[in-house]
C-alpha cells in the first residue's frame, strides 16, 4: 500500500494522518465515501460513553471497519469534543485511515483488523523545540525502565483500560513523563507485543529526543521531559511534530 502522511481534518497541534492506498492515484468510489460517512457516525454513537468505540458500516464491496480510542490522559470533554471532531463527514476518503488528534485516534478500513495486532504501521514525532537529553545513556536506562514498567501495567489492566502513566527520575533537575496506552479489542497478550515493538524501535527514530509521540494502529507511546512553567506552561501546546514518513 502507498502511504502518505499529512495534518489531519481540524487538528491543532501533533495530529496527524496516515492514508494507506493501494495505489498512487486511488479514488474511493461514491458508495465507500458513503460507507465511511456512516462508520464515523456509528463510531461517534459507540465511543460517547466510554471513549472507546468499534462500528462496520457499508455492504461488500464497500463495507468498512473502524475503532476510535480517547487517550487515557483526556479529560471526559476533551475525549467528548475529539469524537465529535474526529467523526465528522469527510469528502477525502483514503482506502484505509488512521488520524491522530490531540486526544483521541480513529481509524477504519476495508479490511477487519478489529481484535488483530498491528506493529507494522507505525508513525512518530518529535518536538523540534525540545533540548536532548545531556547524558544520552543515563536517560535512555531510564526511559526503558519507565516504558518497561508502564507496559507491565497496561498489559495487566484488568479494568480493560490498557493504559499507564507514570514519572521517572534523570537527574535532579530531570524527569520523565510518559503513558502508554492499547486500543481496547486487542489482546492482553498483545498489547505487551505492542508497545515493546514501539519500545524497540525508539533507538531509531527518536534516540535523544525528550519529546516523542510513536503509535502504530493499536497502540501509543507518548512521553517528555517537562519544561519549567516559565518556558512552556502547557506543554500540550508544543506537541511533536508531523513525521515526515510513516515508518519509525
Known amino acids: 500500500l502507498a502511504a502518505t502522511v499529512s495534518r489531519a481534518k481540524g487538528a491543532a497541534h501533533f495530529p496527524f494522518a496516515v ?3 493501494p495505489t498512487e492515484d486511488y479514488k474511493a468510489s461514491t458508495a465507500y465515501k458513503q460507507s465511511v460517512n ?37 479529560s471526559s470533554e476533551d475525549c467528548r469534543g475529539c469524537i465529535y471532531n474526529a467523526t465528522e463527514g469527510t469528502d477525502s476518503v483514503c482506502e484505509s485511515w488512521v488520524m491522530w488528534y490531540d486526544h483521541c485516534m480513529v481509524r477504519y478500513s476495508p479490511s477487519n483488523f478489529i481484535g488483530v495486532l498491528d506493529t507494522e504501521d507505525v508513525v512518530s514525532g518529535t518536538n523540534p523545540d525540545s533540548p536532548d537529553t545531556s547524558d544520552p545513556a543515563l536517560f535512555n536506562t531510564q526511559l526503558l525502565t519507565l516504558l518497561t514498567n508502564l507496559t507491565t501495567t497496561a498489559a495487566g489492566n484488568r479494568s480493560e483500560m490498557k493504559y499507564a502513566t507514570g514519572n521517572i527520575s534523570v537527574t535532579a533537575g530531570q524527569t520523565i513523563h ?12 498483545d498489547c ?15 534516540n535523544e529526543k525528550t519529546d ?7 497502540c501509543i507511546i507518548r512521553y517528555q521531559v517537562p ?8 506543554p500540550r501546546e508544543k506537541n511533536p511534530q508531523l513525521p515526515s514518513s510513516s515508518s519509525a
Open 19 to 21: 492514508c494507506y492506498d
Open 38 to 74: 456512516s462508520l464515523l457516525l456509528a463510531l461517534r454513537r459507540n465511543a460517547s460513553l466510554t471513549g472507546f468505540g468499534t462500528a462496520v458500516a457499508g455492504q461488500p464491496p464497500n463495507r468498512v471497519y473502524g475503532t476510535i480510542l480517547c487517550y487515557g490522559d483526556a
Open 178 to 189: 510518559g503513558w502508554v496506552q492499547c486500543t481496547r479489542d486487542i489482546s492482553l497478550n
Open 192 to 206: 505487551g507485543t505492542c508497545l515493546a515493538n514501539l519500545t524497540s524501535r525508539i533507538q531509531t527514530c527518536c
Open 212 to 218: 516523542v509521540f510513536i503509535s502504530s494502529g493499536t
Open 227 to 234: 519544561q519549567l512553567p516559565s518556558s512552556d506552561a502547557n
